[in-house]
């Protein structure tokens, strides 16, 4: 579902243990995914002040004493720290009916893979400057049609909410934005997990605001705009939500 961290430049050369000459740039080039402008009540909804209390919601989150690590602590593919649930059944009930209200989505819920897997929906996440990145990709098909973004932090620096990427092509021409069947992420669609850092250039930037819900069909391509901060405090939080509808 996402790239590896940061070796996305020169992953053929991770890991050997001696110097190998370059190897001939023989990379067959990249599918063109199909496009789809990110249009505002159709592709992604921009949902504010979802929740009456998020104070309490933050306050409750910057409490929380049991977090999983990721990326750098933990050899995970994702960045900083996690929590789980997030938001309560009574605030996630109140998110969910403005989703179903957004999207016309008369019921939603979280899908399981035939092996098992699941996505962390209800989700805290807390990453610094120096734990994540942008990282161009899509949520799986086959586990949601909906993700949001719940953003946690009252002050926050320009330029760190979400933004929806689209291939940028060899030549400077510009390709999709879109994940479809029969491929259920970005790695399955595009037949690779490595790609050059410039494969992908920003389309649609939504600013980070507190309180706000970012909302947006997942087999579009999508990351975070950035990160920022150093303590729990100041770092971003947000929570992630993925439903099937
Ligand atoms: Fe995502």
């Known amino acids: 579902m996402t790239f590896s961290q940061g070796r996305a430049d020169r992953p053929e050369l991770y890991g050997l243990p001696m110097p190998m000459p370059p ?142 990427y689209r291939q940028s092509l060899p030549g400077g021409t510009l390709g999709g934005n879109l994940v479809t069947a029969p491929h259920n992420n970005l790695v399955d669609a595009l037949r690779t997990r490595f790609v050059s850092p410039d494969a992908f250039t920003e389309d649609v930037r939504v600013a980070n605001k507190y309180n706000r819900l970012l909302l947006y069909t997942s087999n579009m391509i999508h990351s975070a705009t950035g990160y920022w901060g150093s303590t729990l405090e100041d770092k971003r939080m947000t929570a992630v939500f993925f439903w099937m509808a």
């Open 23 to 164: 190897r001939p740039q023989r990379t067959p080039p990249l599918p063109v995914l199909p496009y789809r402008k990110p249009t505002p009540g159709r592709d992604y909804w921009v949902l504010d002040d979802v929740l009456p209390d998020v104070d309490a919601v933050r306050a409750r989150c910057l409490a929380e004493d049991d977090w999983t690590e990721g990326y750098p602590y933990k050899p995970e593919s994702w960045p900083g720290l996690r929590a789980m649930p997030g938001l309560t059944p009574e605030e996630l009930a109140l998110v969910e009916r403005q989703v179903m209200k957004a999207t016309g989505a008369g019921r939603l819920w979280q899908e399981t893979a035939p092996g098992g897997a699941t996505l962390n929906h209800n989700c805290v996440q807390v990453v610094g400057r120096d734990e994540g990145q942008v990282r161009p990709h899509t949520d799986s098909r086959a586990l949601c049609r909906y993700a949001a973004v719940l953003y946690l932090n009252p002050d926050v620096p320009r330029d760190c909410g979400t933004s929806f």
